[in-house]
């Protein structure tokens, strides 16, 4: 399964403290994107990149922040204002946008 | 805005019978359709997306607009298809959201021998 790895597997955090997840993919691909994975509810978009220095935000981007210095990283902070940051978040990235999203492991973050 | 609709959570059925999985979208455009699928234990992958017109591990689906469906099919399913299945949309392409997914809540398909 390589091409997009994303660390830590499992993270805990205490309330009020900001985190970063991180992505990266050595697929050569423009477009990342960042998911969170709720039950019940699907993915639903946070962030996405179509090219580096550039992202967009998603449905969902209040209380998160992301940067694309590099091609091949993405990461994404869950800050503090963020009310509900416990989920599954999923990372992904496309050769360019509107192709095939290939998905990584994800990050399983829970906030005590 | 669009949307995507997966009625069913749990769907099951016995080894060798048809299934259908089902898909309504919402948009105003001509959207593009596709089907994720994720296995047990692995990631999150493609199973097929409309415009190819492909038929994956026996699984087909045709986009009917005039009832904003994907629906996907398997004529005799298989254990291996057991399996948390969704649907996702995209903007067509030329317009400034072309790539950005809205997926459905998904389908938990399993598989009974």
């Known amino acids: 399964d390589g091409g997009i790895t994303q660390s830590p597997k499992y993270l805990f955090r205490k309330e009020g403290q900001n985190v970063t997840l991180s992505c990266e993919q050595n697929?050569?691909?423009?477009?990342m994107y960042w998911y969170r994975q709720d039950p019940g509810q699907g993915l639903r978009l946070i962030y996405y990149?179509?090219?580096?220095?550039?992202?967009q935000k998603g449905d969902i981007a209040e209380g998160y922040s992301v940067s694309r210095e590099k091609k091949e990283s993405f990461p994404l902070t869950v800050t503090s204002a963020q009310k509900n940051p416990t989920a599954f978040y999923l990372c992904?990235?496309?050769?360019?946008?509107?192709?095939?999203?290939?998905f990584g492991p994800g990050t399983r973050l829970t906030v005590l | 805005a669009q949307r995507v609709t997966q009625p069913e959570k749990l769907l099951s059925v016995f080894k060798g019978a048809p299934v259908e999985l089902k898909c309504n979208y919402s948009?105003?455009?001509?959207?593009?359709l596709f089907w994720y699928v994720q296995y047990s234990r692995q990631r999150l992958q493609l199973l097929l997306r409309?415009?190819s017109r492909e038929s994956i591990k026996g699984f087909t689906a045709d986009l009917n607009k005039g009832e904003t469906s994907f629906h996907l099919k398997k004529p005799f399913a298989q254990e291996e298809d057991s399996a948390m299945y969704y649907c996702?949309?995209?903007?067509?392409?030329?317009?400034?959201?072309?790539?950005?997914?809205?997926f459905g809540q998904g389908t938990i398909l399993t598989v009974h021998p």
């Open positions: 992904a990235s496309s050769k360019t946008r509107g192709s095939e999203q290939f």
């Open positions: 996702a949309l995209s903007p067509n392409a030329g317009g400034t959201s072309y790539g950005k997914l809205t």
């Open positions: 948009y105003s455009g001509s959207p593009e």
């Open positions: 697929l050569n691909h423009d477009a």
């Open positions: 409309h415009i």
């Open positions: 990149s179509q090219i580096v220095n550039d992202f």
